[in-house]
């Protein structure tokens, strides 16, 4: 997913990244929500 979403990590602290990483999660995941919301409704 990081490479998909173009994520290059350069924080200073586990905490920062693991915030960086869980929010690019966030996205993606909504992305991928709105895709398949986009699929299902036509039919």
Same mark, same amino acid.
């Given at each position: #997913?990081?490479?998909?979403?173009?994520?290059?990590?350069?924080?200073?602290?586990? !905490?920062? @990244?693991?915030?960086?990483?869980?929010?690019?999660?966030?996205?993606?995941?909504? #992305?991928?929500? !709105?895709?398949?919301?986009?699929?299902? !409704?036509? @039919?």
């Amino acid at each position: #997913q990081k490479h998909r979403m173009g994520l290059v990590v350069r924080t200073i602290g586990i !905490a920062r @990244a693991r915030i960086k990483i869980g929010m690019a999660n966030l996205a993606y995941n909504f #992305q991928r929500l !709105a895709w398949l919301e986009g699929r299902i !409704a036509p @039919a």
